[in-house]
């Protein structure tokens, strides 16, 4: 079974940090690509950033230079690191994991976490 579940979610105060993670299990993580998506209330799910099984990492552009994702391979989790907050970074947060070709698009995602909620304000 597939599990994936997200920590770290808090209010902050915009040009804070955060630091969430995925806790991954059920799946042979070297051969998945992981991802974090976000939705605000109203909107689509979209995609922040996305780790290929290589090592190869990239960021939607609203968020280049200010949030980090890594992966630990021993404890499989999923980092996403996120600094400089803006009130628009403001939504559920959700992990994500497909096997094979890595992918910004949501619905290509068969697995994913609960969400944890990240809210900033200004």
């Known amino acids: 079974q597939v599990l994936l579940v997200e920590s770290g979610g808090d209010s902050v105060q915009a040009g804070g940090s955060l630091r969430l993670v995925c806790a991954v299990s059920?799946?042979?993580?070297?051969?998945?690509?992981l991802g974090w998506f976000r939705q605000a209330p109203g909107k689509e799910r979209v995609g922040v950033g996305r780790?290929?099984?290589?090592?190869?990492?990239k960021y939607a552009d609203s968020v280049k230079g200010r949030f980090t994702i890594s992966k630990d391979s021993t404890n499989n989790s999923l980092d996403l690191q996120m600094t400089s907050l803006k009130p628009e970074d403001t939504a559920m947060y959700y992990c994500?994991?497909?096997?094979?070709?890595?992918?910004?698009?949501?619905?290509?995602?068969?697995?994913w976490g609960q969400g944890t909620q990240v809210t900033v304000s200004s």
């Open positions: 994500a994991a497909k096997e094979g070709y890595c992918s910004m698009v949501a619905h290509n995602y068969p697995y």
């Open positions: 780790i290929h099984t290589d090592g190869y990492i």
């Open positions: 059920g799946i042979t993580f070297s051969n998945y690509c």
